[in-house]
């Protein structure tokens, strides 16, 4: 049981940083953006990219199993992903706001979601592939629970994004416009905020959240170009879970939807692990659909 718990976790603090994209996205933009789960596809496979060009397997940091090489294809995914956002906004979703239906806009996040996963696959191909060869040994925490570094590296990481991000969402002049927006866009543009810019950042956010998110994901697991497939519906229970919008909401979202599947596989066929985050769906949609942190914004109280 404590092993199930501590993968839980790990798993749920990948499913967060997906999620806080995700419901960023949801609660300024005000669609269901089914494609944000093949961004964190997107990321994890342009930081294997940018490894294979600059040498995969040079110099691991012990007792991690990558090194510096990984943590520059990160940064450089990220990039890779936000650009990609910016330029599916722009050529697709620009043009539906504010002309078309938010059904519309979700079908065609659908179609954009089957193109990426197409064009992933045609590049890489369908086949299990890896950040490293470098095999790592568990340390033994207590009795019954192992934890490799690498895990400890993505549940420190993800403490220090959610932190950062919290501070952001209510420090910045940007990050309180962005609570704004979502709050009450007609106030937010009457009190002379510019909604493209805000748009624009939270493309922007949300697609590098996604792509460390992919990557991590890539480094605790392994690569395949169905990662996104296997992480929408988690992705969205986490963020309905927790509330559109709000922050802090789609972390713990994602930590109860981790450990919830992580659990589940004591009791049933891991096979039917995947069906848990859409009964957790349907269980939130049907009793608190407005998520367990309704009416707040970001983190914040709205």
């Not at 996205?25 to 494609?35: H, V």
């Not at 990220?78 to 806009?105: E, F, K, Q, S």
């Not at 179609?111 to 086949?127: C, N």
């Not at 981790?258 to 049907?286: H, N, R, T």
Request: glycine content about 12%; overall charge positive; cysteine-free.
């Amino acid at each position: 049981m404590l092993q199930a718990i501590a993968d839980g976790i790990l798993s749920g603090s990948i499913i967060a940083l997906g999620a806080i994209g995700l419901t960023l996205t949801m609660g300024i933009l005000r669609f269901a953006n089914f494609a944000h789960a093949e961004l964190v596809t997107w990321g994890a496979y342009m930081a294997l990219g940018v490894l294979s060009l600059t040498g995969a397997f040079m110099g691991p940091l012990a007792p991690f199993s990558f090194g510096v090489p990984l943590l520059m294809a990160t940064l450089v995914a990220m990039v890779a992903t936000a650009l990609l956002a910016l330029a599916i906004d722009w050529l697709v979703y620009h043009p539906l706001r504010g002309r078309a239906n938010h059904l519309t806009l979700v079908f065609g996040s659908f179609g954009v979601s089957l193109l990426v996963r197409m064009v992933i696959l045609l590049l890489f191909g369908g086949a299990a592939q890896y950040y490293s060869n470098t095999l790592q040994i568990a340390m033994k925490v207590a009795p019954g629970l192992r934890i490799m570094p690498d895990q400890i590296f993505t549940l420190g990481l993800t403490a220090v994004i959610v932190v950062a991000l919290h501070l952001f969402l209510q420090k910045t002049r940007l990050g309180l416009s962005m609570r704004a927006l979502a709050e009450n866009p007609e106030l937010a543009r009457v009190n002379g905020i510019d909604t493209r810019h805000v748009v624009r950042w939270t493309w922007i956010i949300g697609a590098s959240l996604a792509s460390i998110a992919g990557v991590l994901y890539g480094l605790t697991v392994q690569l395949r170009p169905e990662i996104g497939f296997h992480l929408l519906l988690p992705l969205f229970a986490a963020a309905i879970l927790g509330g559109v919008g709000n922050v802090f909401g789609a972390v713990i979202g994602g930590l109860i939807v981790g450990l919830a599947e992580s659990i589940s596989v004591l009791f049933i066929p891991a096979g039917y692990k995947l069906a848990v985050p859409f009964m957790i769906l349907l269980l939130v949609l049907y009793i608190r659909p407005t998520g367990i942190f309704a009416g707040t914004v970001g983190g914040g109280k709205s």
